[in-house]
């Protein structure tokens, strides 16, 4: 079983930047599309980014384009999220996620709050 593990700085201020971290265990296979999700305080949780193992290729939702940055180390099979220019809207759970075919895991949450 796909194991995520996460990790990040958990209160910024705002216009402050932090990195998450997910490190992901057992992915075996290239077709693993790590993403990361969001959930502020009632409301859905949201993608905001992925990236692609097999080619390296991002996704980016239009209202965190420009200011958040996927990225991933390939040799120590982490993924992570540098976030800058943080505004208190910001402030939300964030969920790692590794997808591909019928199989989906979730990693633990990790509360941000971006202070104003």
């Known amino acids: 079983q796909v194991m995520l593990v996460e990790s990040g700085v958990v209160l910024v201020q705002s216009g402050g930047s932090l990195t998450l971290s997910c490190a992901a265990s057992?992915?075996?296979?290239?077709?693993?599309?790590i993403g990361w999700f969001r959930q502020a305080p009632g409301k859905e949780r949201e993608g905001i980014s992925a990236?692609?193992?097999?080619?390296?290729?991002?996704y980016y939702i239009d209202s965190v384009k420009g200011r958040l940055t996927i990225s991933r180390d390939h040799a120590k099979d982490t993924v992570y999220l540098q976030m800058n220019n943080l505004k208190p809207e910001d402030t939300a759970v964030y969920f790692c996620?590794?997808?591909?075919?019928?199989?989906?895991?979730w990693g633990q949450g990790t509360q941000v709050t971006v202070s104003s």
């Open positions: 996620n590794a997808r591909w075919s019928i199989y989906d895991y």
């Open positions: 057992r992915l075996t296979s290239i077709y693993w599309t």
């Open positions: 990236i692609s193992l097999s080619d390296n290729s991002t």
